[in-house]
């Protein structure tokens, strides 16, 4: 008896059924206050949901759904912010698979997207073939070098990264501010602070018209699927999740602790760096403050949310973009305030960390109508 | 105390105690008396639920079923404070004792004598500390200060501190694990004598028949959750106890061998080595280990045999001094260049070192050969089907009890996850093994499993420098033994040439008893 109840709970579970039922549970109570609150403030929570849909997808009707979803703003809108988060997500997962936690991506996306709108500006008139890749490669260079100060200090001084990576933000955030309302700013009479504008032709095509969707959204994918391969199938994936569990453990075994988790970092801020590249090239079209809002604070907690596995964040994604895309929707249609999507999305992360208790409850629950049953089928034996 | 007299007054009664936990029944419908006056000894192998039994009655646990009886009376609510009030007293494996206060603050901890109702009276805890200490003849300084107390004084204390509690029952889990020889028989003759003088109970847990043998009036065996049987000590012996642990007899042969040492595969030089407050933890040591021997270090723990280790493997950084492995300097070298010299290690802390308990068999089974072309194409694809085949060979050759390669390690037994430390390390077929602590806390089937893995390691050529704070260990494995005491090696023996009490004397770096033990 003993063995055979062992065997049972040692089996690794390749899909976690009773996680993701716990998450889709949150996430309808989370829908549920929000439609209290909604509801206590005057507002038809039904109507308002459904303005949110509408919000996001940009289609009125199931019908309109299927037949022209691909041509609404809004629906290109939501894909575009799907694609930030899911890159934001990504970024963090590569620090986090190693054990450190970057939280600096934000000053890193900053400084990618002024430094690649510098790039458009100073080689403005050469072919966009050699001035994307430049704007490309210098993004992923700034954004990384700036992941790799916290990362040193933290492999060779042990410097908590989370503390440097916050205080870098600021630097980063206000020094690009400085460049973008000094040295860097624009001669354009129209606009005041920021960088010059970029030429049409150095912008990235836009996919669907009146949405910020271009084709960065190509170039996401690629990342999305290189960093998916190389955590999942190589060895360098293996090497990264090793040391994340066990640093010591890894250092013992003869892997280059220090030199991967470096590495990591430099990649966690590339991505982030290009990110702000692709917000530039593909939806703004010159570099100018506030560019990032909190995009990757916003990918980090969709990753954490969904315990950074890659695959899942790229569905969160999904779903945060939704619903804050959809908030303009809810806001102008059903006329409840866009601050509501910040709290249902803060509602969603509270019972996600609640998430333990809930999956708890659940198993307790299970267990409790197994043994019921076992009981009843022993009774009918004996009765037998 | 035993023999004639007829024990009768049932102090403690475990009235079909069932603890479950999930997926694992701990405890399985035990009943058990344990009468006052006498010291039983609960003995099984690792996980048999002999600790788990006696936190039910420390009230650390509240059992899933069953009821537990104190003295006749029926325990109703289970916490240590209920138990201490009870008179129960447990000295746990780890000691609960703060390192920076002194005895006497220690054992009162939680029942000062008080000034004015609110200040700490130190002049009489010291005082109380040392009436209670003579009244039971456990001698102690009350003034010391507890961190600078060897590991036998700080048990004498932990043990005080259990009596100053007012406990006339005593639970003591494994309590010689990390003593000497010398220290264990102290620790046995006082205990018969509070048993003797105090109408105490006491309650041991222990792997070590011998110390069974030894202490005990009678025996309870446990196996699986199980009791297996209760036995007056004297009309069993080791053999029988033992079947009745794993199940069938098991007794540990000596090894035959044939002695023929080849090439220089180890060499350390003057080794100096810090230890984690960078004091000096080993102190200019120099040995060598020669292909097809056993060298074992016979050393009490926190003697810097641990640190020496470390170095060797290139954990931690020399000194001054260096290291060889075959014929290659290992002086700035990290554990990874260090392997590819030719060396293998099964480390001392099997969980924080040896595995990444979070990642599964197989991944635990591949790091090092990872890279090599049969896991990889291109050099970084991994290819899962050949990691899979690989890891379940293993998986079977070594005998590794789980539902399979993916189980995760974190949830092994400590002699599977044992296994699988040494699985991966074996089979790098290293000319060279370092090996720490290979059988500590698991029962005897998988000791002798891996005892005779390491034999045949041995005998194929294998250099192995062995470290075991299990001094029968080191006897059996070894060809010849190295003692260290605080830092420096104290003496070098053939293994078939010297007693355990001789060794004894050389690891407390007390050579002056040399000549007694000799006449012995």
Not at chain 1, 24 to 41: E, H, N, P, R
Not at chain 2, 82 to 109: C, E, K, R, W, Y
Not at chain 2, 149 to 165: D, H, M, P
Not at chain 2, 383 to 407: E, H, L, M
Request: glycine share 10%; hydrophobic share 45%; aromatic share 8%.
């Amino acid at each position: 008896m003993l063995s055979e109840k062992k065997g049972k709970t040692q089996k690794t579970k390749i899909i976690d059924w009773s996680y993701l039922f716990s998450l889709f549970l949150s996430i309808v109570l989370a829908l549920l206050v929000g439609a209290l609150i909604m509801a206590a403030t005057g507002h038809n929570p039904g109507k308002a949901y459904l303005a949110l849909a509408q919000g996001a997808t940009g289609c009125s009707s199931i019908g309109e759904f299927f037949t022209s979803v691909f041509t609404k703003r809004q629906f290109g809108n939501t894909l575009e912010y799907t694609m930030v988060l899911t890159l934001t997500g990504l970024a963090c997962v590569l620090g986090a698979r190693v054990g450190i936690f970057n939280v600096g991506g934000e000053g890193q996306l900053y400084l990618g997207a002024i430094c690649s709108a510098q790039v458009g500006v100073i080689l403005s008139g050469m072919s966009p073939w050699l001035v994307i890749p430049c704007a490309v490669l210098v993004a992923m260079a700034v954004g990384g070098f700036y992941a790799w100060i916290p990362g040193v200090l933290k492999v060779k001084l042990k410097v908590n990264e989370v503390i440097t990576t916050i205080m870098l933000n600021s630097v980063a955030i206000y020094f690009c501010s400085f460049l973008s309302n000094g040295p860097w700013q624009t001669t354009e009479s129209t606009r005041r602070g920021g960088t010059q504008t970029l030429a049409g032709e150095l912008r990235f095509p836009r996919l669907i018209q009146g949405s910020s969707l271009s084709t960065a959204i190509i170039g996401s994918a690629v990342v999305a699927l290189l960093v998916w391969y190389v955590l999942s199938k190589t060895t360098t994936g293996y090497e990264m999740k090793l040391i994340g569990q066990n640093s010591r453990f890894s250092f013992f075994s003869g892997l280059k602790v220090d030199t991967i988790t470096i590495w990591a970092m430099v990649v966690s801020g590339a991505i982030c760096g290009l990110v702000g590249m692709f917000e530039v090239y593909g939806v703004k079209g010159s570099y100018q403050d506030g560019i990032s809002n909190d995009f990757y604070f916003d990918g980090l907690l969709v990753a954490m949310i969904m315990r950074y596995n890659p695959v899942g964040i790229m569905l969160m994604s999904i779903f945060f973009a939704f619903l804050k895309v959809g908030a303009t929707g809810m806001e102008l249609i059903a006329g409840v305030p866009g601050e509501l999507y910040r709290i249902i999305q803060a509602i969603v992360i509270f019972f996600m960390a609640a998430e333990k208790g809930i999956s708890g409850l659940v198993k307790a629950n299970v267990e409790k109508s197994r043994a019921k049953r076992e009981a009843k089928q022993r009774l009918k034996e004996e009765t037998v | 105390m035993n023999g004639g007299i007829v024990l009768q007054e049932t102090v403690v009664k475990f009235d079909h105690i069932t603890m479950k936990f999930p997926g694992v029944l701990a405890n399985d419908d035990i009943c058990l008396d344990i009468k006052k006056g006498e010291i039983f000894a609960l003995v099984g192998e690792n996980g048999a639920g002999k600790s788990t039994l006696m936190n039910v009655l420390y009230g650390i646990y509240e059992p899933t079923g069953g009821t537990v009886y104190v003295k006749g009376k029926k325990v109703t609510s289970f916490s240590p404070r209920n138990a201490i009030d009870m008179g129960i007293g447990m000295v746990h494996q780890h000691f609960m004792l703060v390192p920076s206060f002194t005895v006497a603050q220690n054992i009162v901890l939680s029942q000062e004598p008080r000034k004015i109702g609110v200040l700490f009276d130190s002049q009489k805890a010291e005082a109380a500390v040392r009436n209670l200490s003579n009244e039971f003849g456990l001698k102690v300084d009350p003034s010391a200060v507890v961190r600078e107390l060897s590991v036998g004084l700080q048990q004498r204390v932990e043990i005080l501190k259990a009596l100053y509690r007012g406990s006339d029952i005593l639970i003591l889990d494994e309590p010689t694990a990390i003593l000497t020889p010398q220290e264990t028989d102290e620790l046995f003759a006082m205990l018969k004598k509070i048993v003797r003088e105090k109408g105490m109970t006491v309650i041991i847990i222990t792997h070590k028949l011998y110390e069974v043998m030894a202490i005990s009036d009678r025996v309870g065996v446990m196996r699986q959750g199980r009791l297996m049987g209760v036995e007056e000590t004297k009309n069993v012996n080791e053999r029988i106890l033992a079947s009745m642990m794993v199940g069938r007899e098991v007794i540990h042969n000596p090894f035959t061998r044939t002695y023929q040492p080849g090439k220089v595969a180890i060499s350390v030089k003057d080794l100096v080595v810090n230890d984690n407050r960078g004091l000096k933890a080993v102190k200019g040591v120099s040995f060598e280990v020669r292909g097809g021997e056993v060298l074992g270090i016979a050393a009490i723990e926190g003697n810097g045999q641990s640190e020496l280790l470390e170095a060797i493997t290139g954990l931690r950084k020399i000194v001054s001094g260096d290291v060889m492995i075959m014929d290659n300097s290992i002086k700035g070298k990290t554990p990874g260049e260090i392997r590819r010299m030719g060396l293998a290690h099964i480390p001392e802390d099997r969980i924080a070192t040896g595995v990444s308990s979070q990642a599964d068999i197989a991944d635990n089974l591949l790091v090092g050969k990872h890279k090599s072309q049969e896991f990889t194409r291109f050099g970084f694809h991994m290819r899962k089907s050949a990691v899979t085949k690989y890891a379940q060979d293993i998986f079977k050759r070594y005998d590794i009890r789980a539902a399979g390669i993916n189980t995760r390690v974190g949830i092994l037994s400590g002699g599977n996850m044992q296994k699988v430390v040494i699985a991966r390390e074996f089979s790098f077929e290293t000319p060279v093994l370092i090996i720490s602590q290979p059988t500590r806390g698991l029962d005897i089937g998988a000791i002798e499993f891996i005892h005779s893995h390491i034999m045949e390691k041995r005998n194929k050529g294998c250099a192995i420098l062995l470290c075991s704070a299990d001094l029968d260990e080191v006897l059996r494995l070894s060809d010849r033994i190295i003692t260290i005491y605080e830092g420096k090696i104290t003496g070098e023996f053939m293994a078939d040439e010297i007693t355990r009490e001789q060794i004894g004397y050389y690891m407390t770096g007390d050579r002056s008893r040399e000549d007694v033990n000799d006449a012995v």
